[in-house]
Structures are given as structure tokens and as C-alpha cells.
């Protein structure tokens, strides 16, 4: 089992290694392992920073601006290449993934508590299969080029599929599979897989079902796992922080606000940012906060109620285990309007704590009322997001109320998908009584009771005269 851990890994300039520090095992780029084979825990890619060129400054990065032609310079992931070395530029898989914005966003600071200037919004639904998922797949489909891989597969909550399937679709590099969970995936999402060719199987249980089984499957059928288990997906969501950077001049900002459901984004956060200030690049590290949906809270269950930390890579694992096997007892499964994070147990949650140790984090949960809310503010002010997404606006206003977040600081919410993934959400929201109850039975099973930000349609007559006479008492009113 161990024979993978080669005398040549000293002279390795990247590589793949064990995150535990007791173990620390380090295994070749060309593996393709979902777990640390010797002793279950997640993997890293690892990098010789003194074996690979690094730009004495971020700004370095900007001059590929003028070099767009080139498919790497043109990827926001990929033009910031020198940071997540582990693949030949010619083993690249692009599709242009990364071109994205942060946005100043006053009507949303003021609505979270925070001065105008201090909020930003970084939509990553812009990106081509509409999440941040994107980011992660060009990494996974190019690392699972560089193994000869054929078939990739998946289980996901909806975006994670739809990104790995347009890869696919738009590279035939490879064929997918993708496990998703019945009932419980939007339909702009399930619409993707399905129309990139993407073989769907629906499973008769949940996400956290489908992840399991896909596991198993891969393993035995000698499929890729695209899943944010994998460490090179992790690499290129990486790149998120670098355009953030990027856009507010490489100047960090206080905070960087991020829903958390399996765990990646915040995981891949925390070592993009660990390894700019270990090579010099920033000098500040922004805190992270990562924002539960309270149906869905096990890392705020676990780290602000049961303490548990990252402890130096040695995080209390019977305190894990304890609080899964009592979730279990009580038959409690994750259940959220927020279904890119209805996730009950999220494979990263070791390494976020890692992130929370590095950059001072936070954690909260909201509820389906507060980030529905949140999502409406954000649609008000911009391109709108997707309902997990808002989790992020919503749990910031949250932790400005408890005093966590200070009114002058500078935060930046992860818009993590387009509004357009989940429109029934949308309309539904819209549709209802500002005043008084949802109607719709799906928002009356889950938390939502009302919709303060709600902008209903209005039927008018088919008459103009009527519809001017309408207008100019709702315009003038
Ligand atoms: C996947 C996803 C998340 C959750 O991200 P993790 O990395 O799993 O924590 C949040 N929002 C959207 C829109 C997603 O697709
Ligand atoms: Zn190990």
C-alpha cells in the first residue's frame, strides 16, 4: 500500500499528500485516489514552492489581461497557473470558466448592517454552467486527463453534475455519469445534465446517499471521481480568491463570506489564502466565514457547539462520529430550500476547520426565511443568485447583528450560482403575500412564512387604457 511514497518525492515539485500530520503519506500526480489509502483521510495536492517559478507579485498576473487569445491566459483559473502547478500547460482543459465579477453592492450593505462601500458581491453564476463549480471541474478534468481517464462521474446536488457534464460535453474528452437524489435537485440543473448528454441516474434517497454509492462505484469500476473529495477540484477553486484579490487591487478584504455545504469552496479558500502568505503575496489574511443552512448545520453544529477544531491536523474525531451516530438514531437528514447545501455530511469538513484555524473563520447558520430574504435583496441589487448562494448576504447580516462584523468592514459574499438554476425558488417567493402566509405547499415544507421583499405580478385586463390608467397609480404611488 505504501509503495507509492517514492524516494524521488523530495525531488517532486507537486504532489498528492495525506492532510493528516501523522501520517503525511505523499502519493504521484498520476493516482487517482479518493482518500489517503493508507489511512482514510482527505488528500492535498502539495506543492515544492522552492522547485516552481512564482511571481514576485500578484500583479504579475494582470499582463495575461492583454493575452486573452491564449484559451489559459483567457481562464480565470488558469491564468493564474503558477499557483496550482500541477499540470502541463498543453494537459490544460479549458472551456473559459473564471470570467467573472465582484460587484459593489450599497443597497445590500445597508440592508446587512455594513457602510456603503463596505460590501461586494462576487457572482460566480457568470461562469459557463452557471455556479462556481466551474472553477473546480477545469482542474478535475484536467487532472483526469492527465491519468487517461474515460468515464468521470458524480453525485451532486445539481451543480456539480451540470459542470462536469459541459465539460464533457464540450471537450468529448470523456463520458459522465451522475448520481443525483430524487426530488431534490432544481430543475435548471437537472435540465443541464440531461441536455449535455450527461447518463442521469436518479437515486432513490438523498445527497449524502449518492455521494456513497458513487464512491463505491467508481472504485469499482475504475471511474474518475469528480467529487469535491477530490484535491485537484479543490486547486482550482483556489483561483476564486485570486480574482477577488484581483479585483479589489490586491488589497484583502476584512471578510469573505461563503455558504457551506460539503465543504470545498471554504476549504479551498483557506489554502489558497494559507499559501499566498506562506510565499510572500499578501501580507493580510481575510477572515472566512462559512454560512450553514440551519436545516442543514452540521459544521455549526459541531464547531460552535461541541468546540471541535482543527487542533494541528488532529481534530476530535469521536466527537464527529459521536454527533453523526446521534443525527442517525434520530433518523435527522439535511433539509433545506437551499438545495446546492443540503448536505448532512460533508466530506471536507477536516479541512475546513483548517481554514477556520488559518484565517480566524466563523461560523453561522440561517434559516430558509432569512436567506429566501437575502436572495430577494440580491436580486434587487444585481444579477441575483440561486437560494444556497444568499446564505452568504443572509449570514452576514446575521453576524453584523451579533456584533461579529463590524459596520466599516470590508466584506465579500461568494454569489456561488446563477438565479436561473432555481426559478420555482424565485417565483414562488415573488408570487407570495408580502404581508401574510406562502401559500405554496413546497415553501410550507420548510421554514418560510412570509416574503417581506416579495415584488408580485399583477394582472391587468387586456385594455390599454386600463393598463395606463394601472401603471401610472403603481409608478406615481
Ligand atoms: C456546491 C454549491 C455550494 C456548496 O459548496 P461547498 O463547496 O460544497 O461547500 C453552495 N452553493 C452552490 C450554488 C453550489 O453549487
Ligand atoms: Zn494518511
Same mark, same amino acid.
Given at each position: 500500500?505504501?509503495?507509492?511514497?517514492?524516494?524521488?518525492?523530495?525531488?517532486?515539485?507537486?504532489?498528492?499528500?495525506?492532510?493528516?500530520?501523522? /501520517?503525511?503519506?505523499?502519493?504521484?500526480?498520476?493516482?487517482?485516489?479518493?482518500? /489517503?489509502?493508507? /489511512?482514510?483521510?482527505?488528500?492535498?495536492?502539495?506543492?515544492?514552492?522552492?522547485?516552481?517559478?512564482?511571481?514576485?507579485?500578484?500583479?504579475?498576473?494582470?499582463?495575461?489581461?492583454?493575452?486573452?487569445?491564449?484559451?489559459?491566459?483567457?481562464?480565470?483559473?488558469?491564468?493564474?497557473?503558477?499557483?496550482?502547478?500541477?499540470?502541463?500547460?498543453?494537459?490544460?482543459?479549458?472551456?473559459?470558466?473564471?470570467?467573472?465579477?465582484?460587484?459593489?453592492?450599497?443597497?445590500?450593505?445597508?440592508?446587512?448592517?455594513?457602510?456603503?462601500?463596505?460590501?461586494?458581491?462576487?457572482?460566480?453564476?457568470?461562469?459557463?454552467?452557471?455556479?462556481?463549480?466551474?472553477?473546480?471541474?477545469?482542474?478535475?478534468?484536467?487532472?483526469?486527463?492527465?491519468?487517461?481517464?474515460?468515464?468521470?462521474?458524480?453525485?451532486?446536488?445539481?451543480?456539480?453534475?451540470?459542470?462536469?457534464?459541459?465539460?464533457?460535453?464540450?471537450?468529448?474528452?470523456?463520458?459522465?455519469?451522475?448520481?443525483?437524489?430524487?426530488?431534490?435537485?432544481?430543475?435548471?440543473?437537472?435540465?443541464?445534465?440531461?441536455?449535455?448528454?450527461?447518463?442521469?441516474?436518479?437515486?432513490?434517497?438523498?445527497?449524502?446517499?449518492?455521494?456513497?454509492?458513487?464512491?463505491?462505484?467508481?472504485?469499482?469500476?475504475?471511474?474518475?471521481?469528480?467529487?469535491?473529495?477530490?484535491?485537484?477540484?479543490?486547486?482550482?477553486?483556489?483561483?476564486?480568491?485570486?480574482?477577488?484579490?484581483?479585483?479589489?487591487?490586491?488589497?484583502?478584504?476584512?471578510?469573505?463570506?461563503?455558504?457551506?455545504?460539503?465543504?470545498?469552496?471554504?476549504?479551498?479558500?483557506?489554502?489558497?489564502?494559507?499559501?499566498?502568505?506562506?510565499?510572500?503575496?499578501?501580507?493580510?489574511?481575510?477572515?472566512?466565514?462559512?454560512?450553514?443552512?440551519?436545516?442543514?448545520?452540521?459544521?455549526?453544529?459541531?464547531?460552535?457547539?461541541?468546540?471541535?477544531?482543527?487542533?494541528?491536523?488532529?481534530?476530535?474525531?469521536?466527537?464527529?462520529?459521536?454527533?453523526?451516530?446521534?443525527?442517525?438514531?434520530?433518523?435527522?437528514?439535511?433539509?433545506?430550500?437551499?438545495?446546492?447545501?443540503?448536505?448532512?455530511?460533508?466530506?471536507?469538513?477536516?479541512?475546513?476547520?483548517?481554514?477556520?484555524?488559518?484565517?480566524?473563520?466563523?461560523? /453561522?447558520?440561517?434559516?430558509?426565511?432569512?436567506?429566501?430574504?437575502?436572495?430577494?435583496?440580491?436580486?434587487?441589487?444585481?444579477?441575483?443568485?440561486?437560494?444556497?448562494?444568499?446564505?452568504?448576504?443572509?449570514?452576514?447580516?446575521?453576524?453584523?447583528?451579533?456584533?461579529?462584523?463590524?459596520?466599516?468592514?470590508?466584506?465579500?459574499?461568494?454569489?456561488?450560482?446563477?438565479?436561473?438554476?432555481?426559478?420555482?425558488?424565485?417565483?414562488?417567493?415573488?408570487?407570495?403575500?408580502?404581508?401574510?402566509?406562502?401559500?405554496?405547499?413546497?415553501?410550507?415544507?420548510?421554514?418560510?412564512?412570509?416574503?417581506?421583499?416579495?415584488?408580485?405580478?399583477?394582472?391587468?385586463?387586456?385594455?390599454?387604457?386600463?393598463?395606463?390608467?394601472?401603471?401610472?397609480?403603481?409608478?406615481?404611488?
Amino acid at each position: 500500500m505504501l509503495s507509492s511514497q517514492s524516494d524521488q518525492s523530495s525531488q517532486r515539485a507537486a504532489f498528492q499528500q495525506c492532510i493528516a500530520p501523522d /501520517c503525511g503519506q505523499t502519493y504521484g500526480l498520476d493516482e487517482v485516489l479518493p482518500l /489517503c489509502p493508507a /489511512c482514510g483521510e482527505l488528500l492535498d495536492v502539495t506543492y515544492d514552492w522552492d522547485r516552481v517559478p512564482v511571481p514576485a507579485s500578484l500583479r504579475e498576473f494582470e499582463a495575461r489581461w492583454s493575452s486573452r487569445r491564449n484559451p489559459v491566459d483567457f481562464s480565470g483559473v488558469w491564468r493564474f497557473r503558477e499557483l496550482l502547478p500541477f499540470a502541463r500547460e498543453d494537459q490544460i482543459v479549458t472551456i473559459g470558466e473564471g470570467q467573472t465579477i465582484l460587484q459593489l453592492s450599497d443597497s445590500c450593505a445597508t440592508w446587512a448592517g455594513l457602510k456603503p462601500g463596505g460590501l461586494r458581491l462576487q457572482y460566480e453564476g457568470l461562469n459557463p454552467s452557471g455556479s462556481f463549480k466551474d472553477n473546480g471541474m477545469t482542474a478535475a478534468a484536467t487532472h483526469a486527463r492527465m491519468t487517461g481517464a474515460t468515464t468521470a462521474a458524480c453525485a451532486s446536488t445539481g451543480n456539480t453534475s451540470a459542470s462536469l457534464a459541459i465539460y464533457a460535453s464540450t471537450t468529448q474528452l470523456f463520458r459522465v455519469v451522475v448520481f443525483v437524489g430524487s426530488g431534490k435537485i432544481a430543475f435548471g440543473k437537472l435540465s443541464q445534465a440531461l441536455d449535455y448528454g450527461a447518463l442521469t441516474l436518479q437515486l432513490d434517497g438523498d445527497f449524502d446517499d449518492a455521494l456513497i454509492r458513487v464512491r463505491e462505484v467508481c472504485q469499482a469500476e475504475g471511474i474518475y471521481l469528480c467529487n469535491s473529495l477530490n484535491p485537484f477540484r479543490l486547486e482550482g477553486q483556489k483561483a476564486i480568491i485570486y480574482r477577488i484579490l484581483e479585483s479589489l487591487n490586491w488589497e484583502p478584504p476584512d471578510w469573505i463570506a461563503v455558504p457551506g455545504g460539503n465543504l470545498g469552496n471554504s476549504s479551498a479558500f483557506g489554502k489558497a489564502l494559507i499559501e499566498l502568505r506562506h510565499l510572500g503575496l499578501i501580507d493580510r489574511v481575510p477572515r472566512v466565514a462559512v454560512i450553514n443552512a440551519s436545516g442543514a448545520s452540521t459544521l455549526d453544529d459541531l464547531y460552535n457547539g461541541r468546540d471541535l477544531r482543527w487542533n494541528g491536523g488532529r481534530p476530535d474525531k469521536a466527537l464527529i462520529d459521536g454527533w453523526y451516530s446521534e443525527q442517525d438514531a434520530e433518523k435527522k437528514r439535511a433539509k433545506t430550500m437551499a438545495s446546492a447545501i443540503e448536505i448532512g455530511r460533508p466530506v471536507n469538513l477536516v479541512k475546513c476547520l483548517r481554514t477556520l484555524e488559518a484565517t480566524d473563520g466563523l461560523v /453561522c447558520s440561517v434559516t430558509d426565511q432569512q436567506i429566501l430574504d437575502a436572495k430577494a435583496q440580491i436580486g434587487a441589487a444585481g444579477f441575483g443568485c440561486e437560494p444556497a448562494s444568499a446564505a452568504s448576504l443572509a449570514g452576514v447580516k446575521l453576524l453584523r447583528e451579533q456584533g461579529q462584523i463590524a459596520p466599516s468592514d470590508r466584506v465579500v459574499c461568494v454569489l456561488t450560482g446563477h438565479q436561473l438554476k432555481d426559478p420555482d425558488a424565485t417565483v414562488t417567493y415573488h408570487s407570495s403575500d408580502p404581508a401574510g402566509e406562502v401559500t405554496s405547499q413546497r415553501f410550507l415544507d420548510h421554514e418560510v412564512t412570509s416574503a417581506p421583499a416579495a415584488n408580485r405580478p399583477i394582472p391587468v385586463a387586456n385594455d390599454s387604457a386600463a393598463i395606463i390608467s394601472r401603471i401610472r397609480e403603481l409608478l406615481h404611488a
